[in-house]
């Protein structure tokens, strides 16, 4: 076979590194980048592997085999397992409220739209979520005390600085068509925006909204171990007390709350998508 075509179908693949190739070059830097973290953290890889770590860790986690399921403590797991899951719940709907809010400034309506907040407002949201969850839990728990209601608001905080930032960016990249038309028609930005670009962005911003609240029900679960209540607490409480069968239980009802959450929520995301 010859002819343009044969010479199209016998083509060589491109060469693995092209010095006019910006992605090999920044897939470079990357294993750079890599490399040099290996070598400046000084990693003992050979003592973690050692047959002492392996008979300690093994030691460890054979105290794991026979979990706590008392009725009375199974109880208390089951309390602070819907505490938790209260926490996240909370936590992601007031972070959805103010996210949507400061979303608003945050974003460009269309190309004339000055957006005079947009900065400002933009600097506030890098700032609530460039702090971790467990920070603002320290820093809560000052002002309120110990308890889950430092953790919600924690959790409310931190994730009103992710989800602010996602629904302006949603908003921002909307189709214009709608809103174009709707303000050529005379109508006011309220109408444009009630009626044009949050039917389109609606999905996207409900898929977030669930995506988040999964990320939530890990977080919860970490911030109780700094006091903040719910499952995490109980962990930090009885692994201090070397209870590992106890332990055990609450790990297993901690994976056991995100495996369903995350399928709940995965489930709802497909139906929004769809």
């Known amino acids: ?5 044969a010479n199209h179908r016998y083509r060589l693949p491109p060469p693995l590194f092209d010095a006019r190739c910006r992605a090999c070059w920044l897939c470079a830097g ?14 003992p890889l050979a003592a973690l592997f050692s047959s002492d770590a392996l008979a300690s860790m093994g030691r460890f986690l054979a105290e794991f085999s026979s979990p706590d399921l008392s009725p009375a403590f199974v109880g208390q797991v089951t309390r602070a397992t819907w505490e938790t899951l209260a926490m996240s719940l909370l936590g992601t709907l007031l972070a959805t409220l103010a996210g949507g809010i400061l979303a608003l400034p945050a974003s460009r309506l269309h190309d004339t739209d000055a957006a005079p907040a947009r900065a400002p407002a933009r600097l506030m949201l890098n700032a609530l979520r460039a702090v971790p969850e467990l920070v603002w839990a320290a820093l809560l728990l000052i002002a309120v005390g110990l308890g ?11 994730t009103t600085g992710v989800l602010g930032r996602l629904f302006a960016e949603a908003i921002e990249n909307a189709p214009p068509g709608p809103a174009a038309a709707l303000r050529v028609q005379g109508a006011g930005s309220v109408r444009v925006f009630l009626y044009a670009t949050l039917p389109q962005v609606l999905p996207q911003l409900m898929s977030y909204t669930l995506y988040r609240w999964e990320n939530n029900i890990r977080a919860a679960a970490v911030l109780g171990v700094v006091g903040a209540g719910g499952l995490g607490q109980m962990l930090a409480f009885h692994m201090g007390l070397f209870q590992m069968h106890k332990t055990a239980t609450v790990l297993m009802a901690m994976v056991l709350l995100v495996a369903l959450v995350d399928g709940a ?3 709802s995301r497909r139906l929004l998508t769809r």
């Open 1 to 5: 076979m010859r002819g343009p075509a």
């Open 148 to 158: 889950p209601f430092a953790g919600t608001l924690a959790l409310a905080v931190h």
């Open 265 to 267: 929520s995965f489930g």
């Open 30 to 43: 990357v294993l750079v980048l890599v490399v040099a973290s290996f070598v400046s953290l000084d990693l």
